[in-house]
């Protein structure tokens, strides 16, 4: 095991040993924030139908689907922007402060969402507006809490904790959907407001309970720093999200000149970041930290392995709720709930694999389980591209459990490998600059794999509307016309759970055709399967996309080297060399007739 050596200690902590009770308090404190902040976002994921039609609001209309898109997305991209500063704030001003005002944000922004009062676009901008709200709470929580938990544990406990935490993580991805399922049909405010309690608890036992027991460094804010890190990655973020919609007479909007600008302007902007933190006297992040090859190796296998990941569970989820449940018999009312009930394994893999891995790592460092974990990954990615659309739940529900028993494997190892390497005045922005990256990936990867699949999409779908309406007896003009319906728009439809067929087809034509054929094209089974077989070319690209990534990130894995625990304070042995040495010079300088060895006692003494 290897030991880093601290460089410049700064504002020390208590003196005092570690809390027995105390670790446990806040681990269970930092556990409910990140479970109500995974919650609150699963929760939308699969909520986003009942929300639009709250607000009386068709998201795939014209003009329309930018909200549809800011609605999941805005949450995601606040936090990946603020989340390193909210860390750096946390360093020098306390973490646990500023982990309190995160909590206290999220559960206001939490009951400004469950009154939203507007329709239309009006109450579109409102949610909009508010989950950026919740998004900056939700940052200081994520850029504070493994902080916390690192200073509160020792280093060999840090693997169980960050187990424990990371189990906060999934179980609530899969309670936000089986949640959303339930509540939103009842009254979509509901799965907004759903977050309050546990938020006005937390805050309060929070500011109780938690206390500063980590080193904090006093300095000044990088103004500079922060406002181009800001500017660069909201530029580069929102460049992603709008490459998503169709431009001109393309499918996507990547060759958009505001799309190019902004991705490219973004990029630039950060290089004059990367200029800045090289150069000024106490900058947002320390960037010699990519100099510690575990840290870095960790920050990098961790961005690799959620840009491959990240979109995977809105892709399941389309193929579940958009095509697999309602070729089985469920309507679309029903099929939010049953999508995330059958999304349980994705959950219960990792329940068992994070905290035991965490613990292993504590003992045998990270390398080897983290490097395993994702290679197991990649496989799980090649057998779910072997399933075919119409498949056997019980094939799939192994697949995906195996698939999160590997993501536990690498998760909870890395992230307590990454926080680990980082000295203590510097967890705070370490930890925010991972949770960075990790966010950023998410975006890019819902970007990513969401074009890869209207890709293949566009290759064949055309065709495949075209045909299936005719053969159906729709007229050939309007077959035609329908088979230009975006790509993305059919996927997007597919997720919220709307039949395009209902919307874009002339009521007359409709009605033209008789009752029982109107009923049967607009009905839960005639679109999926029309869409089927062309979005399984796109799925399966986005799958060699997710398992090429995850061997990339199994590779950077692997070089991070062996177990690395960054000292926390100087050895003793340190401490007394360095005191001997003292003594010796001044022995020789005073020429008092030092003799013999120099007592500690002596040397500390006043």
Request: proline share 5%; charged share 10%; no cysteine.
């Amino acid at each position: 095991m290897t030991h880093g050596r601290l460089t410049t200690p700064v504002a020390a902590a208590s003196n005092e040993p570690r809390n027995d009770r105390y670790k446990w308090v806040a681990l269970s404190n930092t556990t409910l924030g990140i479970l109500m902040v995974t919650i609150n976002q699963s929760i939308l994921l699969i909520s986003l139908p009942d929300i639009f039609r709250g607000i009386a609001l068709q998201p795939l209309a014209p003009g329309n689907t930018s909200y549809f898109l800011w609605v999941f997305m805005g949450f995601l991209l606040v936090t990946a922007v603020l989340v390193v500063s909210l860390g750096r704030v946390g360093d020098m001003y306390g973490r646990v402060r500023m982990y309190n005002l995160g909590f206290a944000i999220f559960t206001v922004f939490s009951i400004l969402l469950s009154v939203t009062f507007m329709t239309g676009s009006g109450g579109a901008l409102w949610i909009i507006l508010m989950r950026v709200g919740q998004g900056v709470g939700g940052a200081f929580l994520f850029a504070n809490s493994s902080a916390i938990l690192t200073d509160a544990f020792p280093s060999n406990e840090r693997g169980k904790a960050m187990g424990i935490n990371g189990v906060a993580l999934v179980t609530g991805s899969f309670v936000g959907l089986v949640l959303g399922g339930v509540l939103a049909p009842i009254e979509w405010r509901l799965v907004f407001l759903v977050s309050v309690p546990f938020g006005l608890f937390g805050t309060v036992w929070a500011y109780l309970k938690l206390e500063d027991t980590g080193v904090r460094q006093r300095s000044t804010i990088d103004w500079w720093g922060n406002a181009t890190f800001a500017v660069g990655l909201i530029s580069v973020l929102v460049g992603i999200v709008y490459g998503l919609l169709p431009y001109g007479g393309h499918t996507m909007g990547w060759t958009s000149p505001f799309v190019l600008s902004t991705v490219l302007g973004g990029l630039a902007v950060l290089a004059v970041f990367v200029v800045f933190e090289r150069k000024v006297a106490n900058p947002m992040f320390h960037l010699e930290l990519f100099g510690v090859r575990p840290y870095a190796a960790g920050v990098l296998a961790s961005f690799l392995s959620a840009v491959g990941r990240g979109g995977v569970q809105f892709m399941l989820i389309i193929w579940l709720q958009g095509i697999w449940l309602p070729e089985h018999g469920y309507s679309f009312a029903r099929t939010p709930l049953w999508a995330g009930i059958a999304m349980v394994p994705l959950t219960v893999g990792f329940l068992v694999s994070g905290p035991l891995s965490g613990i292993l790592a504590d003992h045998y460092g990270a390398r080897w389980i983290a490097t395993i974990g994702l290679s197991g990954s990649a496989l799980a990615f090649v057998l779910l591209e072997l399933l075919p659309m119409n498949f056997d739940y019980v094939d799939f529900a192994a697949i995906v459990f195996v698939f999160s028993v590997f993501a536990g494997m690498f998760f909870t190892p890395n992230q307590t490998a990454v926080m680990n390497s980082l000295p203590p005045s510097q967890r705070g922005a370490g930890a925010g600059m991972n949770g960075t990256f990790m966010n950023s990936a998410s975006v890019l990867s819902i970007g990513l794999f969401f074009t890869i699949v209207t890709l293949g999409l566009a290759s064949s779908l055309p065709g495949q509307l075209e045909h299936g309406l005719l053969a159906e007896g729709v007229p050939a003009i309007e077959a035609v016309k329908f088979s230009h319906l975006p790509p993305i728009g059919a996927l997007f439809a597919a997720f919220l759970g709307y039949s395009p067929i209902k919307t874009e087809l002339p009521h007359q034509v409709l009605a033209s055709l008789g009752a029982a054929r109107a009923s049967y094209l607009t009905g839960r089974s005639f679109f999926p399967r029309l869409i089927a077989s062309s979005f399984q070319d796109g799925l399966r690209l986005a799958f060699d996309f997710g398992a090429g990534l995850a061997l990339m990130a199994a590779i950077a894995s692997w070089v991070r080297g062996g177990k690395y625990i960054h000292a926390e304070e100087p050895l003793l042995e340190e401490v007394e060399i360095g005191l001997l040495e003292v003594g010796e010079v001044a022995a020789a300088e005073i020429g008092a007739g030092y003799l013999g060895t120099p007592d500690l006692d002596d040397l500390t003494r006043p």
